[in-house]
């Protein structure tokens, strides 16, 4: 059995997990910053590096602990590289080598964007089941809005070509930004999904946006501004200046948020919702036409939607959303993503960097 360390710290959340032989998760481990960084409406990158390096040490005990292993059980030690915040990737990466040099292990850098997609091959295999390749991957995250073919050869090897991507704000950061205008905190997507079906979706006219030149590229940034002019006409200025006190003394409870918000902001969350689930809806099922592929994954927290995971049953190929816990960031995916290249003896050497800019493809 080989028993792999994943460890993520790309952007607010501490995590490391156990993953024995890329299928079987004993462990899985997030230390979340939110409460950091709720009031300030989104992450403060000097804040991120700082929590994570006061987090690391104990998350990792804790993975281990929880699969009832020690150090000297790892195999080799998985750690995102790249893309994501500087100064938090470097906590991981820094820390990943050192322990990876002390115990004797491989080291595998991996990209968090590839990560968020090994986590549903992870869950698939865990199952007893595979992902049909070549498969489309949706990526929707805070910081990432992409979409890939991905393929897979016999030696489990991976490839990835872009077919589209965001010109501007994320899916999440537009969950964010919307819910950081309407006094909603941080992260905002969990609140206005959980917010959105009390609301009537056609309720504040949003528009679609069409792309020129590559009409799988996406945008995000048109949206947040029509949301932001419906709410410079309109009367939510108290209630929001209202949850904006709330959030000072602490995270309100969600019935509490709900019973903040009139009819009126209920409607704006709802016609977001749609709007955003619409965009991605339209891009994937584009792309499915276009590109011969046997399947569909679609990953990343915004993966957690539950408007998006009803839209795309309706896609006529078989999908796959990770199950909640690896929607969002962890390090089971990153565990998951390194354990073909280990198999195949591609490690890292000490010199493996963090790269904030990294891409997939
Ligand atoms: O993958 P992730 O944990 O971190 C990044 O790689 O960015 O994604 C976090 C993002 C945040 O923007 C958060 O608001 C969004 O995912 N998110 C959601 C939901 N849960 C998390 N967006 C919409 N609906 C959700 N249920
Ligand atoms: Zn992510």
Do not use: W
Request: aromatic share 6%; hydrophobic share 45%; glycine share 10%.
């Amino acid at each position: 059995m080989n028993l792999l360390l994943g460890i993520e710290t790309s952007c607010d959340e501490t995590a490391a997990a156990v993953v024995a032989d890329g299928r079987r998760l004993l462990s899985n481990v997030i230390s979340s910053q939110f409460d950091i960084h709720a009031i300030y409406g989104g992450v403060v990158p000097e804040l991120a590096a700082r929590e994570h390096l006061r987090a690391i040490v104990p998350v990792v005990r804790e993975a281990l602990h929880r699969a009832g292993l020690g150090y000297r059980d790892v195999d080799a030690v998985g750690v995102t590289r790249g893309p994501g915040l500087i100064g938090a990737l470097l906590v991981g990466v820094t820390y990943a080598k050192g322990l990876a040099a002390s115990l004797r292990v491989p080291l595998l850098g991996v990209n968090h964007i590839e990560g968020h997609i090994h986590s549903v091959v992870l869950e698939q295999r865990a199952a007893g089941s595979d992902v049909e390749f070549p498969a489309l991957a949706l990526v929707v995250s805070g910081g990432h809005s992409h979409m890939f073919v991905v393929d897979r050869d016999e030696r489990d090897s991976y490839s990835y070509r872009l077919l589209g991507r965001t010109r501007d704000d994320a899916a999440g950061e537009a969950y964010d930004k919307v819910a950081k205008l309407l006094g909603f905190g941080y992260p905002g997507g969990p609140v206005l999904d959980k917010l959105a079906p009390f609301g009537d979706p056609d309720g504040v006219p949003l528009p679609l946006t069409n792309m020129k030149g590559n009409r799988l590229d996406m945008s995000f940034s048109g949206l947040k501004t029509a949301v932001l002019r419906h709410v410079l006409g309109s009367n939510l200025h108290s209630e929001i200046e209202g949850r904006r006190e709330l959030f000072a003394q602490g995270r309100p409870a969600i019935d509490v948020l709900q019973a903040s918000a009139s009819k009126e902001c209920l409607d704006l969350i709802a016609s977001f919702q749609r709007t955003v689930v619409r965009e991605l809806q339209r891009r994937a099922e584009g792309a499915a036409e276009d590109e011969l592929v046997e399947s569909v994954i679609v990953s990343g927290g915004v993966a957690a939607n539950s408007g998006l995971r009803k839209a795309f049953s309706s896609l006529s190929l078989p999908f796959y959303f990770p199950t909640l816990a690896l929607s969002t960031d962890n390090a089971a995916m990153i565990a998951a993503a390194a354990y073909p290249r280990f198999l195949r003896g591609e490690f890292d050497g000490f010199d493996l960097e963090a790269q904030p800019s990294l891409r997939l493809a």
